[in-house]
């Protein structure tokens, strides 16, 4: 079965098209990044009106490379429809229900955060094994879902005010940098030497030792900008301090999120973690939370760095195993789409 995928919910406009959903037969992204980078984040309707102009090519460069020559080769259409910018949002949705119309296929509404998780059954020669822990980390959300089965899921924690994602979205913009700001943010956390004398910097780990499995990343924000007040100040806001700072900020976020999901996969007793989203990109939170389950019976999966971030072949996977299909007259972008289940 061939699956279309969808997903224009935020920066990224993509059409994938997946086999049975694990084979990805295309996978085109094209991200307006650049574009956000000059501005310093997302203008939701700038963002809309390059979708616009994205989806058709993109659409076509995503046949082509699957070598599909027409839309009626395929079985059915999946796309985002939420949670995300509703100009973006509705770009993607509006092309599927075309399509749908038009070809007469199946169109299946999709969940973008959940389907993040799906980027772990796509190119996988092993596939994730139930109960399974779920971390979605992305620019909007940080949440903690228990899978038994494919449509057995649970949200069992989540952040109480900002994302991981947006954690390093706000500081690099408060640092003089660009957007996003978790590549950015590593790259300089990359160049600092971690011997323990050379680290001044001590940001606090909020909710590390809670009792619960919410996390709590807005606080980090207000320590990060009283540490470059501090050192502007004494006019040490220099390159060093800028690798020091990153450093400190990407072990404080990882260490919560590993703490956590080791936390969560001990009480639920799953036999794999699932990770997803676009922080699931970042090299030390893979390393991380590869290290502390290297020693048990517990499978890491995480996405490869282009399924971490937002992509079409997700959506189309997800479908797969979430074949419902809905009338395109029902099918609404919806923005603030629930992820507690
Ligand atoms: O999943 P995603 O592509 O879009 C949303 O659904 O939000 O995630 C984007 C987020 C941004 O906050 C970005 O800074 C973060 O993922 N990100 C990273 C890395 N690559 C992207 N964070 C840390 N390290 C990375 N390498
Ligand atoms: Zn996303």
Redesign the pocket.
Same mark, same amino acid.
């Given at each position: 079965m061939r699956i279309l995928g969808i997903e224009t919910? *935020? $920066?990224?406009t993509s059409v994938s098209i997946v086999e049975n959903g694990t084979k990805i037969l295309s996978n085109v992204v094209s991200s307006s990044m650049e574009l956000h980078d000059r501005t310093g984040g997302i203008i939701p309707e700038i963002a809309a009106r390059e979708q616009v102009k994205l989806i058709l090519p993109v659409l076509d460069a995503s046949l082509q490379d699957a070598h599909v020559s027409s839309v009626s080769q395929i079985d059915a259409i999946a796309v985002t429809i939420g949670?995300?910018l509703i100009g973006s949002l509705l770009v993607g949705v509006e092309t599927a229900k075309t399509l749908s119309y038009l070809y007469d296929k199946p169109l299946i509404p999709i969940n #973008? +955060?959940f389907a #993040?998780i799906y980027a772990n059954w796509l190119n996988k020669d092993k596939e994730p094994e139930f109960p399974a822990l779920a971390l =979605? =980390?992305?620019?909007? #959300?940080t949440e903690l879902f228990l899978l038994t089965s494919h449509t057995e899921w649970k949200w069992i924690g989540g952040t109480v005010d900002d *994302?991981? %994602?947006?954690a390093? $979205?706000k500081t690099?913009r408060l640092m003089g940098f660009g957007?996003?700001? %978790?590549? +950015? +943010? *590593?790259s300089h956390a990359k160049e600092w030497n971690h011997l323990k004398e050379n680290n001044h910097i001590h940001l606090p780990r909020p909710m590390i030792g809670s009792k619960d499995l919410n996390f709590s990343f807005s606080g980090l924000k207000t320590a990060v900008m009283r540490e470059v007040k501090k050192l502007q100040d004494a006019d040490q806001f220099n390159t060093r301090a800028v690798q020091e700072l990153s450093y400190e900020l990407?072990e404080t +976020?990882t260490d919560v999120l590993v703490k956590k999901t080791i936390a969560a996969s001990k009480e639920h007793s799953v036999y794999s973690v699932l990770l997803?989203?676009? =922080?699931?990109? /970042?090299?030390?939170?893979k390393e991380k939370l590869t290290k502390a389950f290297q020693e048990t019976s517990v499978r890491v999966f995480i996405p490869e760095?282009k399924l971490?971030?937002? /992509?079409g072949a997700s959506i189309a996977c997800m479908a797969y195993y979430h074949n419902t299909p809905v009338s395109w007259r029902d099918v609404q972008a919806r923005p603030d789409f629930e992820v507690e289940v």
């Open positions: 919910s *935020a $920066d990224e949670p995300g #973008h +955060i #993040h =979605v =980390v992305s620019g909007g #959300h *994302a991981a %994602g947006e390093f $979205d690099s957007y996003p700001g %978790g590549p +950015i +943010i *590593a990407q +976020i997803g989203g676009g =922080v699931s990109a /970042n090299q030390r939170l760095p971490c971030t937002d /992509n």
